[in-house]
């Protein structure tokens, strides 16, 4: 994924949280995150981390749960302190544009925005937030949702997918990529929504979790994903 950002040159990168919980990898990937200053938020297996104790005998523990006892104190802290929410706001030609980030909702940390959630409630809980565009993951299924509204502004929802475990049939990661248009006479027309798709080793990273304590059903979560579309 980060090879592929790059060769985007985005002027600012935002994560929507969930560094943690499936793999191996916990401090690497914190690490890559701190390391290249991306702002982040905190998901709900993020937020799990602070709820488990972890002890040298846990480590020699197999179960789901040794993803979380892998991550190095200085690693936990950085999660703990991890915000709920990120809010821009642009002044543009057009007028005012309010982008807000959360990982599941704005109201729950594990709240999910599916493409079909009622479009009332996902109206209301944008007005809370006073957002026009609100970005979303936790369900791990990428879209881009225009809503209705009576009043003659921009509401639209768009889930950012899963950089490593999707769930919409498709075996390649997915981030998002949002370009503004500063001068455009229209707000609608002020931005771009792009989803990117990247290939990656899926067997590999398979059999590095059957190496290890984890539960070999999360390998399979992997495995099934080999004969979908666009493999």
Not at 98 to 108: D, E, K
């Amino acid at each position: 994924m980060l090879k592929d950002m790059d060769g985007q040159n985005p002027d600012i990168i935002y994560c929507l949280g969930d560094l943690v919980g499936y793999h191996i990898y916990p401090n690497e990937i914190i690490e890559e995150i701190r390391r290249r200053k991306i702002g982040t938020l905190k998901g709900n297996h993020d937020e799990k981390v602070e709820k488990i104790k972890t002890t040298a005998e846990s480590l020699q523990e197999p179960g789901k749960n040794y993803a979380y006892h892998l991550i190095k104190e200085e690693n936990r802290t950085y999660l703990k302190a991890l915000p709920a929410h990120i809010k821009l706001e642009y002044k543009l030609r057009a007028g005012l544009l309010n982008l807000v980030f959360a990982h599941g909702s704005t109201r729950r940390i594990d709240e999910y925005i599916l493409e079909d959630t009622d479009e009332n409630y996902v109206l209301e809980l944008m007005d809370e937030a006073g957002a026009h565009l609100l970005f979303v993951g936790h369900s791990h299924q990428p879209y881009h949702r225009i809503l209705k509204t009576n009043a003659s502004s921009v509401r639209q929802v768009v889930n950012i997918g899963s950089a490593g475990k999707p769930k919409d049939g498709d075996p390649r990661g997915c981030y998002v990529m949002l370009t503004l248009e500063p001068d455009a006479e229209i707000l609608e027309n002020c931005f771009q929504v792009e989803f990117r798709r990247f290939k990656y080793d899926v067997e590999t990273s398979a059999q590095d979790i059957e190496k290890s304590l984890l539960p070999n059903e999360l390998r399979r979560i992997y495995e099934t994903r080999f004969d979908c579309p666009n493999s």
